[in-house]
């Protein structure tokens, strides 16, 4: 499955992005969002399951970011609101086969990437 992240861009602390992540025929993997900042790993973010029953978030952003998906348009959102400057990265997103609370943040599991999208914060 090809991913195709888009939505980054240039903002000041306390806005707000919308990234979005399209693809074709990938209603049957769950799909999550990673970061990478510059000089550091690329960590979890936030991601849903196929049916979009449950949504898992890394601690940093909990309460301010959204995971959503679009099925009928093979869409996942990443609804980012009160953006730090600790949220610089470029974002990510990862397609795999099911999600579960054993390995939503597990990257290495993650089969299928998107080219990334930068998001800068600015204070």
């Known amino acids: 499955v090809q991913l195709q992240a888009s939505g980054g861009g240039l903002v000041q602390a306390g806005d707000s992005l919308r990234l979005s992540c399209a693809a074709l025929?990938?209603?049957?993997?769950?799909v999550g969002w990673f970061r990478q900042a510059p000089e550091k790993e690329r960590e979890f973010v936030a991601a849903?399951?196929?049916?979009?029953?449950?949504?898992f978030y890394a601690n940093s952003v909990k309460g301010r970011f959204t995971i959503s998906r679009d099925n009928a348009n093979n869409t996942v959102y990443l609804q980012m609101n009160s953006l730090r400057p600790e949220d610089t990265a470029v974002y990510y997103c990862?397609?795999?086969?099911?999600?579960?609370?054993?390995?939503?943040?597990?990257?290495?599991?993650?089969?299928?990437w998107g080219q990334g999208t930068l998001v800068t914060v600015s204070s």
């Open positions: 990862a397609a795999k086969g099911e999600i579960n609370y054993a390995n939503y943040a597990r990257r290495p599991l993650y089969q299928f």
């Open positions: 849903i399951t196929r049916l979009r029953t449950t949504t």
């Open positions: 025929d990938y209603t049957k993997y769950g």
